[in-house]
């Protein structure tokens, strides 16, 4: 598996961009900003991108999802339940000083327990809500990618529109504390960690 991972844009999104070492089949998981930047590594990378991804519905994830996917050709995939988030894009792009993605329209919505196809890698949807309500996680064998779900010693923030403290508690404990402790944690901000770091050192959850 390849994996590159580039922050960007002002509130510095951590945008991830994996492929299968065989086919050079390649998924973008929350392009947040910085197109140019984006399409420069997928060219280094050699590979073609099939899929966007995007964990959750706020606008420092998904900005430049129109560019790229009018650029590659590629499916835009999320969850239904963050749609309003993501109707949203243009208000939210106004708040924080970001590049209005305009109309965002995904190809196709994404379940719990939905399998993705990508080359030779199998890409497992685990829907986690709490940060919002359609907040999913890319499981890609030992690798977990968050969104905002939880972060190197902290959880996401629950206090913006369709976030739920209870529930992004339950999400962590039921659905990644659940896994290996060696499974690696990819998140949507700040340092990579694993689920044996975060269950034991988290102060959420110690």
């Known amino acids: 598996m390849l994996l590159e991972t580039l922050v960007v844009g002002p509130l510095a999104v ?13 998924a973008i998981v929350d392009p947040g900003d910085e197109a140019d930047q984006i399409l420069s590594v997928v060219k280094k990378l050699d590979c073609r991108v ?21 650029k590659l050709k590629a499916e835009f995939l999320m969850h239904e339940q ?5 109707q949203s894009a243009s208000t939210q792009a106004a708040l924080f000083g970001l590049p209005d993605p305009g109309d965002l329209k995904p190809d196709r919505f994404l379940n719990d327990g939905d399998i993705i196809h990508l080359g030779e890698l199998t890409i497992q949807v685990i829907h986690s809500p709490g940060h919002s309500p359609g907040s999913i996680t890319f499981q890609v064998n030992q690798k977990l990618f968050v969104g905002d779900l939880i972060f190197n010693g902290s959880i996401g923030r629950t206090d913006l529109p369709g976030g739920d403290y209870s529930q992004i508690i339950e999400s962590i404990q039921k659905k990644i504390f659940t896994l290996p402790d060696s499974v690696e944690i990819y998140p949507g901000h700040g340092p990579a960690t ?12 110690n």
């Open 50 to 70: 099939k899929y966007i991804l995007l964990t959750h519905g706020h606008i420092d994830h998904l900005s430049q999802i129109p560019i790229l996917k009018n």
């Open 82 to 86: 963050d749609i309003p988030l993501v």
């Open 194 to 205: 694993t689920v044996g770091i975060e269950k034991n050192t988290n102060p959420f959850f």
């Open 14 to 26: 951590n945008c991830y961009i994996f492929a299968c070492e065989k086919t050079h089949q390649a």
